[in-house]
């Protein structure tokens, strides 16, 4: 092997975005633990992905560009978690565009969400505190059945059973217009494209719903995917990078600025910009911090930080 064929593997390898100031940043200190582990687990699923495709039948079907998409993605979830790395901004057909770095690592994440194990749970159960300037700092710790109905528990151990006939809450979420319940979340479509059409055109409020969806819903890993490869094609959202939600777990935020209003009473209401932060861990593609902040003020963002949310076979 030749010098110059050394130089043209190199500059192979790191033929994508971002690889020529990757090279420019010199020696940079390690990423994350879980930055590493989101990446590593990234490559090893799309080579197997490809190795199973007839070289044919890749070209037939037009996947490379998806399997270069994952590549970069492996590759910018370790390497944007130093801070070395200015990626360019991707192209959203005339909207503003979004960071390249957050897309990257969020269509990164999708891929480790698609991989978690399916689960067909009795209850579903939620355990997350809550920090605001209307109702304080509290935990609670709530399960919900395929039927919607909620159960809480104190922190005692206490069970609260859900009332009976129309005085039960019923557990929802929204998507689009529409407010729905545990099975008609499992019957929404897993590709990302059908799937944002039942959203807001508006990518700011796309991006709420979406949001609220991955914090606590109990979705499937393959529609767990589908949010998060919506999230990564939203326009304006950005990389924090690595950070400790308020437990000191380890993730890694992104954020987006969007409008948004609070009412001042009957028929009033004030517009502000807020900023929203999510803090996800990488390794399992689970939501671990909330964060809104409204632009321009000093009081402290409302924050969710989510305890525990996933499958139960049981209440208590």
Avoid at 22 to 42: E, F, H, N, T
Avoid at 201 to 210: H, L
Wanted: hydrophobic share 40%.
């Amino acid at each position: 092997m030749t010098t110059d064929d050394i130089t043209d593997d190199f500059t192979d390898l790191l033929d994508f975005p971002g690889g020529a100031e990757l090279v420019a940043a010199g020696r940079v200190d390690p990423p994350s633990a879980g930055a590493v582990d989101a990446a590593r687990a990234a490559v090893t699923r799309a080579a197997d992905r490809e190795a199973a495709v007839a070289p044919a039948a890749l070209l037939r079907t037009r996947r490379l560009p998806r399997r270069r998409r994952l590549l970069v993605a492996a590759a910018a979830v370790a390497a944007i978690a130093t801070g070395a790395v200015a990626y360019p901004v991707l192209d959203m057909g005339g909207e503003p565009a979004a960071t390249a770095s957050a897309s990257q690592f969020l269509d990164g994440v999708a891929e480790v969400a698609a991989d978690a194990p399916a689960t067909e749970p009795a209850y579903w159960k939620v355990r997350v505190e809550t920090d605001n300037q209307d109702d304080g700092k509290r935990t609670d710790t709530t399960y919900f059945d395929r039927e919607g109905r909620v159960w809480s528990v104190d922190a005692d151990g206490t069970v609260h059973e859900p009332p009976a006939g129309k005085e039960g809450k019923v557990k929802k979420w929204p998507v689009g217009e529409k407010w729905l319940t545990w099975p008609a979340l499992e019957k929404l479509p897993t590709d990302e494209k059908a799937l944002a059409a039942l959203f807001s055109a508006d990518p700011e409020s796309r991006s709420q719903q979406v949001a609220i969806l991955l914090e606590d819903a109990p979705v499937g890993p393959e529609l767990r995917a589908a949010l998060f490869r919506i999230l990564a094609d939203t326009p304006g959202m950005k990389l924090i990078g690595d950070v400790r939600d308020s437990k000191g777990r380890a993730g890694v935020a992104v954020e987006i600025t969007r409008k948004a209003w609070y009412s001042t009473g009957p028929g009033e209401k004030v517009t502000h910009r807020t900023k929203d932060r999510y803090v996800v861990d990488p390794r399992t593609g689970l939501l671990l911090e909330t964060k809104h902040r409204i632009v321009g003020q000093e009081t402290p963002p409302d924050r969710y930080t989510w305890l525990e949310v996933g499958p139960a076979d049981r209440v208590g």
